[in-house]
């Protein structure tokens, strides 16, 4: 059985920093992409980021792009999303995704929520202004 745990969430003033981490358990393929995901309250799920685990490719939201960076460590099976200069907007839970559909990144569907098949509890992430 796959598991995905989110951790690193927390309060932020505007312009800092925070670490997300992301550790899987069991095994979700030989190829796969991880995805981070966040949620504001009354908005929809959105994409990120996300990563490919054989080449290590990433992708990234236009709104993010240039702060956040994502990164896997195969060893620990653990996947981080490095977020710098936080916005109040960058307000949300945020969630890990794991999907062995690895064509979503080349296809640029990967921020397409419904194509992910399991999913963190997630972690909140509050920035203050």
């Known amino acids: 059985e796959v598991q995905l745990v989110e951790s690193g969430g927390g309060l932020v003033q505007a312009g800092g920093s925070l670490r997300l981490s992301c550790a899987a358990s069991g095994f979700i393929g030989d190829d796969y992409v991880i995805g981070w995901f966040r949620q504001a309250p009354g908005k929809e799920r959105e994409g990120v980021s996300c990563?490919?685990?054989?080449?290590?490719?990433?992708a990234y939201s236009d709104s993010v792009k240039g702060r956040f960076t994502i990164s896997s460590d195969n060893a620990k099976n653990t996947v981080y999303l490095q977020m710098n200069s936080l916005k109040p907007e960058d307000t949300a839970i945020y969630y890990c995704?794991?999907?062995?559909?690895?064509?979503?990144?080349?296809?640029?569907?990967?921020?397409?929520?419904?194509?992910?098949?399991?999913w963190g509890q997630g972690t909140q992430v509050t920035v203050s202004s």
């Open positions: 990563i490919r685990s054989s080449d290590v490719r990433t």
């Open positions: 995704a794991a999907t062995r559909r690895t064509f979503l990144l080349r296809a640029r569907l990967w921020s397409f929520p419904n194509a992910y098949d399991y």
